[in-house]
């Protein structure tokens, strides 16, 4: 009789873990989440697409590592050495299935951030969602002017504090002929990014440009909009 209840009980700890697995990612990779107002049916498909694939690579990586997790901790008192083993493999698993997916995962955020119909203040989750993958994408995107999500990109840059776009930052911070709000808000993800590279741009910005009281005045209320 205790030997069943022992099965009973690491049965429902699978059915239990596994499920919170599902209903974990089902929850955060729901489409719903990035479509707060009608579509068009293109854009709709786009997020769908991309958000089932975040879903089944996330779930099944993660079901992975929980089961042999939970094998591994259910052992260890019978089994050290195997135990320890399926640990092994748990760290190898984990490892390299963020370097084979992640290029994935990246192209899937960027998909919903250019395609998501959100209020203003949400429009950078999917990038902080994909981190420094999809922030390496939105890098070369947003080197181009005519990118219809360039504001947005280089305030998501600056929220996950990319590094690497210091300096192409630097250089549309420079640039006069870029719009007021780019620069405002390259100036503002630059503060963010911190490194040694954002501080020269900002230092050269402020002996070199922001002497003008409308500049002045852009980043002051970017600042406030942004409150980094």
């Not at 192409?168 to 911070?173: A, D, F, P, S």
């Not at 405002?184 to 911190?194: D, F």
């Amino acid at each position: 009789m205790k030997k069943l209840i022992e099965v009973f009980f690491i049965v429902l700890a699978f059915i239990v873990a596994n499920a919170f697995v599902y209903l974990f990612w089902w929850t955060l990779t729901d489409s719903a989440n990035y479509i707060w107002e009608p579509v068009s049916a293109f854009r709709q498909a786009t997020i769908e697409h991309a958000c089932n694939k975040i879903f089944w690579i996330n779930y099944t990586t993660w079901t992975v590592v929980v089961n042999l997790f939970l094998i591994a901790f259910l052992s260890y008192q019978y089994y050290t050495r195997f135990s320890l083993s399926l640990a092994l493999i748990l760290v190898i698993v984990h490892l390299s299935s963020w370097a084979i997916f992640n290029p994935y995962l990246a192209k899937s955020y960027i998909a919903i951030f250019e395609n998501q119909a959100v209020s203003k203040v949400f429009l950078t989750e999917p990038i902080k969602r994909g981190g420094y993958g999809a922030g390496d994408l939105l890098l070369e995107k947003i080197r181009d002017p005519s990118y219809p999500q360039r504001e947005a990109g280089i305030k998501a840059l600056g929220e996950i504090r990319h590094e690497p776009a210091a300096e192409h930052l630097g250089r549309i911070l420079l640039n006069d002929k870029e719009p007021e709000k780019i620069r405002g808000n390259s100036y503002i993800a630059l503060k963010s990014i911190g490194t040694s590279m954002s501080k020269k741009y900002l230092l050269l910005f402020s002996q070199l440009v922001l002497q003008n009281d409308k500049d002045r005045e852009v980043i002051r209320k970017l600042e406030k909009e942004n409150e980094y």
